[in-house]
T-cell receptor, first 114, second 113 residues
Framework: GAVVSQHPSRVICKSGTSVKIECRSLDFQATTMFWYRQFPKKSLMLMATSNEGSKATYEQGVEKDKFLINHASLTLSTLTVTSAHPEDSSFYIC??????????FGPGTRLTVL | TQLLEQSPQFLSIQEGENLTVYCNSSSVFSSLQWYRQEPGEGPVLLVTVVTGGEVKKLKRLTFQFGDARKDSSLHITAAQPGDTGLYLCAGLGSGGSNYKLTFGKGTLLTVNP
């Protein structure tokens, strides 16, 4: 089956710093990648949709200047949380798909902002 | 905006009991997927249902897609502690957002030994 990886799996940072999370499709070309945020024991909340080579489309209420998304290649998308604050602490999950096929999810990244 | 109502939100049962989780919507979905997620991990796809009225079985799990492709259910027979986890239904849009998944709020299942 298709594999999606995320790096890092856990990150702790100080308030005010920026953190980059990588999402990679290991054995297929991801025409579209999605970034989700998840709070404890809650469902996934879609943050943005990114297509390779174009700007990401953000969901309503998600600050695009705070959550910078880059999808520079068919196997890599990055999410950068800029000037992170404690309220940005969360579980961030990416998924990847090839032309609206099944979405394959990464293992998630736990971000803790002190 | 497409919404998926998932119920119950929490479920705690004893080993050996049966349970059903429901996902309902007023919108039509081109397909509906069920995921299981363990703490600290990403969701793992259990099944995709595509055709109205479709029934799929995965060992002790039975998935149904409503005739109108607006609702779905997951039934677990003789639940085991290993079934514990967060179950998520997600519908794939049939309109302009074909690539997006709409997630239900999830069902946190605990199966006690």
């Amino acid at each position: 089956g298709a594999v999606v990886s995320q790096h890092p799996s856990r990150v702790i940072c100080k308030s005010g710093t920026s953190v980059k999370i990588e999402c990679r499709s290991l054995d297929f070309q991801a025409t579209t990648m999605f970034w989700y945020r998840q709070f404890p024991k809650k469902s996934l909340m879609l943050m943005a949709t990114s297509n390779e080579g174009s700007k990401a489309t953000y969901e309503q209420g998600v600050e695009k200047d705070k959550f910078l998304i880059n999808h520079a290649s068919l196997t890599l998308s990055t999410l950068t949380v800029t000037s992170a604050h404690p309220e940005d602490s969360s579980f961030y999950i990416c998924s990847a798909t090839h032309w609206a096929d099944t979405q394959y999810f990464g293992p998630g990244t736990r971000l803790t902002v002190l | 905006t497409q919404l998926l109502e998932q119920s119950p939100q929490f479920l705690s049962i004893q080993e050996g009991e049966n349970l059903t989780v429901y996902c309902n919507s007023s919108s039509v979905f081109s397909s509906l997927q069920w995921y299981r997620q363990e703490p600290g991990e990403g969701p793992v796809l259990l099944v995709t249902v595509v055709t109205g009225g479709e029934v799929k079985k995965l060992k002790r799990l039975t998935f149904q897609f409503g005739d109108a492709r607006k609702d779905s259910s997951l039934h677990i027979t003789a639940a085991q502690p290993g079934d514990t986890g967060l179950y998520l239904c997600a519908g794939l849009g049939s309109g302009g957002s074909n690539y997006k998944l709409t997630f239900g709020k999830g069902t946190l299942l605990t199966v006690n030994p």
